[in-house]
C-alpha cells in the first residue's frame, strides 16, 4: 500500500498558476502510474492527468489540456501538477491516487487515494 499526501491548493485568480504535490510514502510508488483527478461540489470526480512510471508519458484530460502539466521525481517519491490559466471552472478537490487497473482514466482502476487539495479560482 502507498500513503498519499496532496499540497499546494489554494485561492487563485482566474489565469494565475498553482502547482500541487502529491508526496508519497512507500518504496513501490514509483512502480505505479499516478494519476490526479479532481471533484467539484456536487458532481462526480473526473480524470485530469495521469504520468507512467516507467516511461514518463504523460495523458490529460481535454479540458486541461496546453494548460496543465504533470511530472515526477522519483527520488523525492513526488508527482507534480502543474496548473496554468486557470479558470473558474477548474474549482475542485484535488486527489492523486495510483493507478492497479487496466485504464488511465476510469477512478475505478485507481487506489490510495490522498485526502485531496482544495483549488478554488475566482473569477
Known amino acids: 500500500q502507498v500513503q498519499l499526501v496532496e499540497s499546494g491548493g489554494g485561492l487563485v485568480q482566474a489565469g494565475g498558476s498553482l502547482r500541487l504535490s502529491c508526496a508519497a510514502s512507500?518504496?513501490?510508488?514509483?512502480?505505479?502510474?499516478v494519476g490526479w483527478f479532481r471533484q467539484a461540489a456536487g458532481k462526480e470526480r473526473e480524470f485530469v492527468a495521469a504520468?507512467?512510471?516507467?516511461?514518463?508519458?504523460?495523458y490529460y484530460a481535454d479540458s486541461v489540456k496546453g494548460r496543465f502539466t504533470i511530472s515526477r521525481d522519483n527520488a523525492k517519491n513526488t508527482v507534480y501538477l502543474q496548473m496554468n490559466s486557470l479558470k473558474p471552472e477548474d474549482t475542485a478537490l484535488y486527489y492523486c491516487?495510483?493507478?492497479?487497473?487496466?485504464?488511465?482514466?476510469?477512478?475505478?482502476?485507481?487506489?490510495?487515494w490522498g485526502q485531496g487539495t482544495q483549488v478554488t479560482v475566482s473569477s
Open positions: 504520468i507512467r512510471w516507467n516511461s514518463g508519458r504523460t
Open positions: 491516487a495510483v493507478r492497479f487497473g487496466p485504464t488511465l482514466q476510469a477512478v475505478n482502476d485507481y487506489k490510495d
Open positions: 512507500g518504496r513501490a510508488f514509483n512502480s505505479y502510474d
